[in-house]
C-alpha cells in the first residue's frame, strides 16, 4: 500500500447495550459501547469512540478520531436560566480526548447559539466546558477544570486542575493556568496566571521552550513584558510605548493587539501593579 493510499475503516459497531435514536448520523469506524446514549441530531465523525456510559444529545458534531470515556454528558441543554429551548448547537473537533464525567453544553442565543472545542485537545476528568464557549485547538483542560459561559481559550493553553473562569474571560493562546486559580479577568497570550482571585505572575517560559520557541523570542517576550507591566504610567501608556520598541516582534504584538481589542473583563495583571484595566 502506497503512503497516499487511503484506509478503509470499518461500519460503525454499536454494541447490542447501547441506545443510538433515529437520526443519528455515524460515520465508518465509530464505536461505541455499553450503555451509551446518542441523539437523534448527533453526527459522529469517522473513527470517533465512545466508551461506555457516554451520553451525547443534542445538535452536536463530534470530529473524527475524538475518544470520549464514561459517564461524560455531552451536548445536554445550556445551564442558563435565560435558556428558551432554542436550536443551538455544540461543535467538539478531531483527535480530542474527553475523559470520565467531562460535561459540555451547547450556545444560546446571546453567545450565538455555539459552544466549539477545536482539534487535538484533552480535556480530563470532570471538567466542564459551559455555553458559548470557544476553545481553540491543543487545549489542555486538567481535572475539575470549569469553564462558565462565553469564555474564549486560545490555541495550546492549559489550566491546572481544579481552576476557574469567569464568564466572558479571554485566556490567551500559549498561556498558562495555575492549579485551583479563580481567574476573573483576561489572561495574556504566553502568560502565567497564579492564584485565587488569579493575577500574572510571568510569562509561560516552560510552555514556550517545549513548544520550540526561540531563545531570541523568549528573551525578547520577556523584556517586553516588564516594559508592559512596569509602575510607571497608565497600562495603555505602556501598551504604546512597547509597541513603538518592539513593532517587530510577532509575539508581543500579539500581546499587544489581544490588549487593545479588550473583551468584557479587565486584564489580568501582576498583583503588585496598581491599574487593573487600560
Not at 443510538?20 to 451509551?36: D, Q, Y
Not at 480535556?123 to 476553545?135: F, K, P, R, S, T
Amino acid at each position: 500500500m502506497t503512503a497516499s493510499a487511503s484506509v478503509t475503516l470499518p461500519s460503525p459497531q454499536v454494541h447490542p447495550l447501547a441506545l443510538v435514536e433515529k437520526g443519528a448520523i455515524l460515520h465508518n469506524g465509530v464505536v461505541i459501547g455499553p450503555f451509551c446514549h446518542v441523539g437523534a441530531n448527533v453526527t459522529l465523525d469517522e473513527g470517533v469512540h465512545l466508551h461506555s456510559h457516554v451520553v451525547v444529545a443534542g445538535h452536536t458534531t463530534i470530529g473524527k478520531r475524538t475518544r470520549i470515556f464514561p459517564f461524560a454528558s455531552i451536548g445536554h441543554e445550556p445551564q442558563d436560566l435565560k435558556f428558551r429551548g432554542e436550536l443551538s448547537r455544540l461543535e467538539i473537533g478531531e483527535d480530542c480526548t474527553l475523559r470520565e464525567g467531562v460535561t459540555v453544553n451547547p450556545g444560546t442565543a446571546s453567545g450565538g447559539l455555539l459552544t466549539k472545542i477545536g482539534n487535538r485537545c484533552t480535556i480530563l476528568a470532570n471538567a466542564h466546558v459551559a455555553h458559548d464557549c470557544q476553545v481553540g485547538d491543543e487545549v489542555i483542560l486538567v481535572n475539575n477544570v470549569m469553564l462558565a459561559g462565553h469564555c474564549q481559550i486560545g490555541d495550546c493553553a492549559i489550566m491546572g486542575g481544579g481552576s476557574a473562569s469567569h464568564q466572558f474571560v479571554r485566556i490567551g493562546h500559549h498561556a498558562m493556568i495555575g492549579g485551583l486559580a479563580g481567574v476573573e479577568n483576561d489572561v495574556i497570550p504566553y502568560g502565567l496566571a497564579m492564584g485565587n482571585r488569579a493575577s500574572l505572575a510571568g510569562l509561560n517560559l516552560v510552555g514556550l521552550r517545549r513548544r520550540g520557541f526561540s531563545r531570541e523570542a523568549i528573551h525578547e517576550l520577556r523584556r517586553a513584558y516588564r516594559l508592559l507591566f512596569a509602575f510607571e504610567g497608565t497600562l495603555t501608556e505602556r501598551v504604546e510605548d512597547v509597541a513603538s520598541e518592539f513593532s517587530h516582534q510577532e509575539q508581543v504584538g500579539e500581546i499587544l493587539q489581544f490588549i487593545r481589542s479588550g473583551g468584557e473583563r479587565a486584564i489580568c495583571t501582576p498583583r503588585e501593579t496598581k491599574d487593573a484595566q487600560a
